[in-house]
């Protein structure tokens, strides 16, 4: 597999190896399961296996690989149950969440939300994957924290890494879709264009079945893999 592409700044071969290997991984060069040799990295890359192990360590934290005592590391390879499963507490969390939210959101939380939307239109405009999954991790991430309930949004934030994780590999994001323009009405464009319209108008009963559907859209966007 080759690794390498243009040259960037980084402060250290650790952070190197890790935005690389991200880099692969988001853009789908790297497949679920693969199997990610410490050796193989370090040469191919020109470092010594140690800031390789920090980047797979870096990695495995943030759920994308898994790291087998005495196996090595691989990509992650989430089951449809897994996925499936995740999304229903996710679901809970996220009604909860902008239920709350939507009695007590304030101007400044409402214009973060504006502004994270026309980034996430930007993102589609670009095809650009990982600008995506910040944006949209971002978003979620407001509505919670407005909420007032800084429990729920530490549980939001959580879930939200989880399902990241699943957009990175099952997102057709970059898949069939390339190459193609992505229309301004994407169901997730519009499910959040709506949800901010409802919290802007305090109505929390509107608010919860925009994000209940937002969320099974989502889930069924995925091309879930075979148990």
């Not at 699943?166 to 264009?193: A, C, E």
């Amino acid at each position: 597999m080759a690794l390498t592409r243009e040259p960037r700044l980084y402060t250290t071969s650790a952070d190197y190896v890790y935005q690389e290997l991200r880099h692969k991984i988001i853009t789908k060069q790297l497949k679920p399961g693969q199997r990610l040799p410490e050796v193989n990295i370090a040469v191919q890359m020109g470092v010594s296996r140690t800031p390789v192990r920090e980047a797979l360590r870096r990695l495995a934290s943030e759920g994308l690989v898994v790291i087998i005592p005495n196996s090595g590391a691989r990509l992650a390879s989430p089951t449809k149950r897994e996925m499936e499963d995740t999304f229903v507490v996710r679901e809970q969390l996220e009604c909860l969440a902008v239920r709350l939210a939507a009695g007590r959101i304030s101007e400044r939380h409402l214009r973060r939300l504006e502004e994270t939307l026309l980034d996430e239109e930007r993102s589609f405009e670009e095809q650009n994957l990982e600008l995506y999954l910040e944006v949209n991790e971002t978003f979620h991430r407001i509505i919670a924290e407005a909420s007032g309930n800084k429990v729920l949004a530490d549980y939001v934030e959580n879930i939200l890494a989880r399902t990241n994780v699943y957009m990175v590999f099952y997102d057709p994001f970059l898949g069939h879709r390339s190459g193609q323009t992505l229309p301004k009405d994407h169901p997730s464009l519009k499910g959040h264009r709506l949800l901010i319209d409802a919290l802007r108008d305090r109505n929390g009963d509107l608010a919860v079945e925009i994000m209940c559907r937002h969320l099974t859209l989502s889930s069924q966007g995925l091309e879930q893999p075979e148990e």
